[in-house]
Nanobody, 120 residues
Framework: QVQLVESGGGLVQAGGSLRLSCAAS????????MGWYRQAPGKQRELVAG???????NYADAVKGRCTISRDNAKNTVYLQMNSLKPEDTAVYYC??????????????WGQGTQVTVSS
């Protein structure tokens, strides 16, 4: 009922930057929290950054000071600006949204993931 489509991943050298985008669509009444997670090979999926509907943010310690999460509520879109990228940031990045549908159901949706690869 809520679809998320990520974009912006790719291959970048260490020290470079990438900006990920995630657009939500479907039977959306409102979107509560949105966030970015990542999963590296052989590791658990972990939270990278989250943002509430009011704009409050939280970050994983590993990315604090290097990443900025933002959202455009009018476009139902969340962004992740990643700077000073490190090889250990290499992972598949997933967008997540907690939303209320037009039928007033609460759903937790995930995007398909976008690969970020940082070369040393």
């Amino acid at each position: 009922q809520v679809q998320l489509v990520e974009s912006g991943g790719g291959l970048v050298q260490a020290g470079g930057s990438l900006r990920l985008s995630c657009a939500a669509s479907g039977s959306i009444f409102s979107i509560n929290a949105m966030g970015w997670y990542r999963q590296a090979p052989g590791k658990q999926r972990e939270l990278v950054a989250g943002i509430t509907s009011g704009g409050s943010t939280n970050y994983a310690d590993a990315v604090k000071g290097r990443c900025t999460i933002s959202r455009d509520n009018a476009k139902n879109t969340v962004y992740l600006q990643m700077n000073s990228l490190k090889p250990e940031d290499t992972a598949v990045y997933y967008c997540n949204a907690n939303a209320k549908t037009v039928s007033r159901m609460i759903v937790d949706s995930w995007g398909q993931g976008t690969q970020v690869t940082v070369s040393s």
